[in-house]
Every structure is written in C-alpha cells, then in structure tokens.
T-cell receptor, first 113, second 113 residues
Framework: AQSVTQLGSHVSVSEGALVLLRCNYS??????LFWYVQYPNQGLQLLLK??????LVKGINGFEAEFKKSETSFHLTKPSAHMSDAAEYFC???????????FGKGNQVVVIP | DVKVTQSSRYLVKRTGEKVFLECVQD?????MFWYRQDPGLGLRLIYF???????EKGDIPEGYSVSREKKERFSLILESASTNQTSMYLC????????????FGEGSRLTVL
C-alpha cells in the first residue's frame, strides 16, 4: 500500500523567508513522487516530480524537492517566499505499475507581508 | 499543453436531482479520474478509468457512477444528489504508468440544497 503524510494543515511564512513543506511516504517499492499546487478556485498544477533520476528535483516558480530514501521523505522548499506562493500544496506518491496516486491532505500556505 | 476541461465550474442542484459532471481531455490519455476535494480531507478518489468502457472504484464510490464511452470523455453521475455530496469535484487524466503524472481540470463546485 502507498500513503503520504503531510503535517501541519496551515503553514505561515514571512515574505522572503524559507518555505519548507514536509512530505513522508509509505511504499514497499521505489516510488514516483509529485508535488502539486492549487491556487484558489483552480485545479491542481504539477510543481515537480521525482522519477528515480536525480534525487534533487527542480520545479516551477523556484521550488525544489529532495528525495531521501533512508528517510522516506520528499520535502518541498523555496529559498524566498513570495506573496504569489500563497496556495495549497499537495504531495502525492505512485508506485510502479499502479494507476493511482495517493495524495496527502495538503498544506495551506499563507505568506505574511 | 494538455487540457482537461470540466463542463461546469459552479452548479446548484436540489436534493434528489440527477447530476452529470462532464470532463474532456485532449491529449489521448488512457487514464481518467474523478476526485472530490473537501476541507481537511484532501483529495479522495471516487472512480477511475484506464480504458474506454472500463472503470474501477476508488475510495469513495458510494452514491456515484461513471461513464466512459469515448477515450476523451469521462462523466461522473450522481443518481440522486444529497446534501453530503456538496463538494469540489476534480477531473484528471494521465498517460499509463510508469510515471503518469495527473493533469487536472479547473474543478466543478457542486452545491446540493
């Protein structure tokens, strides 16, 4: 079975500060991992994905994530938060051969001016 | 760019009505999915389809059915809408595994009175 844990439903960050969103997964086989972003009243948009190539993955809008197998983690970071980063962020995992993604419950990010 | 189009952004229906939510994708993807999104619960999979006329139940299929008569179109049907089906409904499509990230539509916000 595959599952994802995202702690802290709401995350507040000051403009210009580091954004760190934690994601831990449970999977019995090597996974494919994804981060999605959802802006208000919109669908989800892919930020980045890990597909067993480089462990440090760069995505859109200055975000990146690092796959750490020993920690079963795929944390999302951005060095300097911008007001436009206010959104909900979802981590997801898919195992090889599985059609379904398992999603975490999401982190609502608030950027404080 | 992949485009997933959901026919209605906002709907208001009455209890007991039959509701159709339509979704069309333009990238010849094999897989299509219906999720519902509720605050604090994240995304929950209702049904998915990996081929025309094929469907599989997700985590919360009760009260819903689906139809996939053509590869590009995947419909979600609420046979008799109830107030607890008030939610945001998201359609997504993907290529077959191995990677198969999801591409989402903009969502349909359904209110059942």
């Amino acid at each position: 079975a595959q599952s994802v844990t995202q702690l802290g439903s709401h995350v507040s960050v000051s403009e210009g500060a580091l954004v760190l969103l934690r994601c831990n997964y449970s999977s019995s086989v090597p996974p494919y991992l994804f981060w999605y972003v959802q802006y208000p009243n919109q669908g989800l948009q892919l930020l980045l994905k890990y597909t067993s190539a480089a462990t440090l993955v760069k995505g859109i809008n200055g975000f990146e994530a690092e796959f750490k197998k020993s920690e079963t983690s795929f944390h999302l970071t951005k060095p300097s938060a911008h007001m436009s980063d206010a959104a909900e962020y979802f981590c997801a995992v898919r195992t090889h051969g599985n059609n379904r993604l398992a999603f975490g419950k999401g982190n609502q990010v608030v950027v404080i001016p | 760019d992949v485009k997933v189009t959901q026919s209605s952004r906002y709907l208001v229906k009455r209890t007991g009505e039959k509701v159709f939510l339509e979704c069309v994708q333009d990238m010849d993807h094999e897989n299509m999915f219906w999720y519902r999104q509720d605050p604090g619960l994240g995304l929950r999979l209702i049904y998915f389809s990996y081929d025309v006329k094929m469907k599989e139940k997700g985590d919360i299929p009760e009260g819903y059915s689906v139809s996939r008569e053509k590869k590009e179109r995947f419909s979600l049907i609420l046979e008799s809408a109830s107030t607890n089906q008030t939610s945001m409904y998201l359609c997504a499509s993907s290529l077959a595994p191995p990677v198969g990230e999801l591409f989402f539509g903009e969502g349909s916000r359904l209110t059942v009175l």
